[in-house]
């Protein structure tokens, strides 16, 4: 379209020329992760500065055009890459940079570009020079496999592909100065992993206001990467089932609507979020030391593409269900999902960084095999036949008669017995016993109070059945599991 000789681009030739540069990384995403939190945190940062009655025209799009994108009135605005590289050298990002700006060359309509990093880059005053002598990775092997497959595949623009595209246009200088490293307030042009979290509540102060209190900025926060995790979960159903360029934005508007909801009575749907951020914090470093014993041939590659794929399949959950599997790997957690400040408490007492890291994630490491479906066990025929369904869990307590005692009852006493019902052998660090049933602690065990009569029977057979149950530990399970 072209009005008085200004070229005018339509939402579907914005959308053709895009696509060379398009990725969708959700499938992939680690549930809250970094780029989803500077996502909030940048959307945040321009509601400070918006005038109220344009906040509707504002969207927040993740991981297509670029890892994370501002969209007004539905086209583009800026774009932004995030890198959470160690390096603190402009040479290490030169990739990043050339996308960035042959994006800017392509696409009109776009403002700014920015690249968030995070760690404090040298010499970033003479990056605009520097860039340009910058030699690409691809100039070295453009005879390999890898490279001339790449240059084959007309989705995908490589860096090489676009800093050579954006010397030609003749525009360089031009473009440049519509880049800049994202400023994260006081000239600090980066913000580190850990300081994002901190930085994002910041802002959500800022933006409450007079009744902000520490308790509603936190829970806001969390309602917030509920919002991103949920928004990516969403897009993997989309692909899923077909519909791959079914791309829905965040809308500042939602954002809105949690900055302005007082927080200050914890929910169920609160306890999920932060529930579920702690769990990827420990997954994630989990993650990071198997690549490090993988870089160190200490493991092999498949088990940490093992581990990946499982942490993938957790984070797709729904809340419901994603509140259900920590229920069941904690069997001993004597809590009640349906009040969330028992939910909070399993983060301390079962759920925690031990628990997942010696217990589970552990477990998964040393059995090397793949959950079949979302029930979270694994199955294998006994001697006789029969099929034996073992259930991988968080408990890490050393082997001690008296402790053992208590422990079984708390897994009896468990208030959601339903997700047990198929386990025969819950995998345990180091404690082995034949059953849970123990006459001396047991017999005593109280009927539910208000309960009909067919609900007390359905009751009494759940408790008989996770009386059967069996604890094994990682060795044994190991043995019997891979024989």
């Known amino acids: 379209m072209k009005i008085k000789g200004v070229i005018l681009l339509t939402i579907n030739e914005t959308n053709n020329l895009i696509v060379p540069y398009t990725t969708d990384a959700s499938p992939s995403w680690n549930g809250y992760n970094h780029q989803g939190k500077v996502g909030i945190y940048v959307a945040l940062e321009m509601m400070n500065h918006i005038p109220k009655e344009d906040i509707n025209k504002y969207e927040l799009e993740l991981e297509w055009f670029e890892d994370f994108s501002i969209k007004k009135d539905g086209k583009y605005e800026s774009i932004h890459q995030v890198k959470t590289y160690s390096h603190t050298a402009t040479s290490k990002y030169k990739e990043a940079i050339w996308l960035l700006l042959a994006k800017l060359l392509d696409i009109k309509e776009l403002g700014n570009a920015f690249l968030h990093v995070t760690q404090k880059l ?34 995908y623009a490589t860096p090489k592909e676009c800093r050579d595209k954006v010397n030609e246009s003749g525009k360089y200088h031009e473009l440049f100065k519509r880049f800049a490293l994202y400023d994260y307030g006081d000239g600090n042009q980066y913000c580190s992993l850990e300081g994002i979290e901190e930085a994002t509540k910041k ?33 993997h159903i989309d692909i899923q089932t077909g519909y791959k360029q079914h791309k829905v934005p965040i809308k500042f508007l939602d954002i809105e609507n949690i900055v302005n909801e007082n927080f200050e009575l914890i929910s169920k749907e609160y306890a999920s979020y932060y529930l579920k951020n702690e769990f990827q914090s420990i997954s994630q470093s989990y993650l990071e030391d198997l690549k490090e014993e993988y870089e160190e041939n200490m493991i092999l590659e498949q088990e940490v593409l093992r581990l990946h794929k499982t942490l993938k399949q957790i984070n797709e959950l729904d809340n419901e269900q994603f509140l259900d599997f920590c229920l069941k790997i904690t069997p001993n957690n ?69 402790r053992n005692r208590k422990l079984a009852k708390s897994i009896i006493n468990n208030a959601h017995l339903e997700l047990l019902n198929e386990v025969d052998k819950i995998i345990t ?17 109280p009927d539910p109070e208000g309960e009909n009569l067919n609900e007390l029977l359905a009751y009494n057979d759940r408790i008989t059945k996770v009386k059967k149950i ?14």
């Open 122 to 155: 040298t010499n970033t005053e003479k990056l605009e020079k520097k860039l340009l002598t910058y030699v690409m990775s691809e100039d070295a092997e453009k005879n390999t496999e890898e490279s001339s497959q790449k240059q084959k595949t007309e989705k």
């Open 334 to 402: 004597e809590v009640n999902k349906e009040l969330p400040e028992h939910i909070i408490k399993m983060i301390k007492h079962c759920l925690n960084k031990t628990g997942l890291n010696d217990g589970f994630f552990e477990m998964l490491k040393q059995i090397k095999k793949e959950f079949a479906d979302n029930k979270w066990t694994y199955n294998k025929k006994n001697t006789d036949g029969v099929n034996v369904t073992y259930l991988p869990s968080t408990i890490t307590d050393d082997d001690h008669p008296l």
């Open 470 to 483: 069996s604890l094994i530990d990682i060795n044994n399970a190991k043995g019997e599991l891979l024989s």
């Open 203 to 235: 802002k959500l102060h800022q933006l409450i206001g007079a009744s902000a209190t520490e308790t509603r900025v936190e829970r806001a926060y969390y309602y917030l990467l509920g919002l991103v995790d949920k928004n990516i979960r969403e897009r």
């Open 429 to 445: 660090k180091s404690i082995n016993l034949p059953t849970l049933e123990d006459s001396k602690i047991y017999t005593n065990i």
